[in-house]
């Protein structure tokens, strides 16, 4: 078993965290009792970069992989999810600027490296970015180097999901004419009203609709840049939408419609209530259209994958 220290600036023991060396024995594993958590593991360093991990054992892992300059940069183990230990290390480290998040390459990472960015972007003066490990984790990375079993993460399999979305709809709506905007609500409403449904045909609908409303969404986006007198492509126009940060953002298990409705209301807000659509307001158009596509596709690959 391995047992790491975390401190507080005054180099006071505030915090344990064991990892057992044994895969069978996962009770010897997590904080020991009484330790702080607003003080995990760190190691503080002198420039304004600082890596983020969930545990221990991957931040150990990602500096024997990266070791070049690593004495340099700041490197903090959340222990767990919480973020409540990398706002105190902002707090008592007001220099860092850059933060690089570098959380497990699973659904429980993915969703808490979206929590954190929305918590982090509140604060507008640090630079956010997302380093994945290419398995699970940074120590699965570095079992793989040395020919150890390793356990696989999920952002390639969710991405090549997304691309196979993104393809069909290229193929199904690029030659298609323009839609309207009840031509975007009825297609909505179908997968409104079959994406509960507990009968596998009308699920199989549902997730069929779900392509079909970005298409359509993306088929508004490209004719609102058209009145703009821009000539974009619905490929050009998906790859506008491609960010990895906003891939995190919008990573939700759950069945609930609200932003969807939320996005169709922004839309038809701007379409109904004005007789003349200003530039602006063609470019909000064009957002929400966009974010709209891209909740859809999302959706379509993680609350049916």
Not at 85 to 114: R, V
């Amino acid at each position: 078993m391995t047992l790491t220290v975390g401190q507080s600036p005054d180099g006071s023991i505030k915090h344990l965290h064991r990892h057992s060396t044994h895969l069978s024995n996962e009770l010897c594993k997590g904080n020991t009792l009484g330790s702080d958590s607003r003080y995990s593991f760190n190691i503080p360093g002198c420039s304004e970069s600082l890596y983020v991990f969930e545990a221990p054992i991957d931040l150990l892992s990602f500096i024997t992989l990266n070791p070049e300059y690593w004495k340099k940069h700041s490197y903090l183990a959340l222990c767990g999810l919480s973020s409540q230990s990398l706002h105190q290390y902002l707090s008592d480290h007001e220099y860092i600027t850059k933060i690089f998040l570098c959380l497990d390459n699973d659904i429980h990472g993915f969703k808490a490296t979206s929590s954190i960015i929305e918590e982090l972007q509140l604060h507008t003066h640090y630079e956010i970015q997302c380093i994945r490990p290419r398995f699970k984790d940074f120590n699965e990375d570095l079992k793989f180097i040395h020919g150890h079993p390793i356990i696989d993460g999920i952002y390639d399999t969710l991405k090549k999901s997304i691309n196979s979305a993104t393809k069909f709809i290229v193929e199904s709506y690029s030659s298609s004419k323009d839609k309207s905007l009840k031509d975007l609500m009825n297609q909505f409403s179908s997968f409104y009203y079959t994406y509960n449904s507990h009968i596998l045909k009308k699920q199989e609908q549902a997730y069929q609709s779900l392509l079909d409303c970005a298409g359509h969404a993306l088929l508004l986006a490209r004719q609102q840049y058209t009145h703009l007198e821009l000539s974009h492509s619905l490929n050009e126009i998906l790859d506008f939408m491609k960010d990895d940060i906003t891939f995190m953002l919008y990573i939700d298990t759950s069945d609930d419609v609200a932003q969807f409705t939320q996005e169709l209301n922004t839309i038809k807000s701007v379409f109904l209530t004005k007789t003349f659509h200003t530039v602006d307001d063609k470019h909000q158009l064009i957002q929400s259209l966009m974010s709209l596509a891209k909740l859809c596709i999302y959706t379509h690959v993680f609350i049916f994958m």
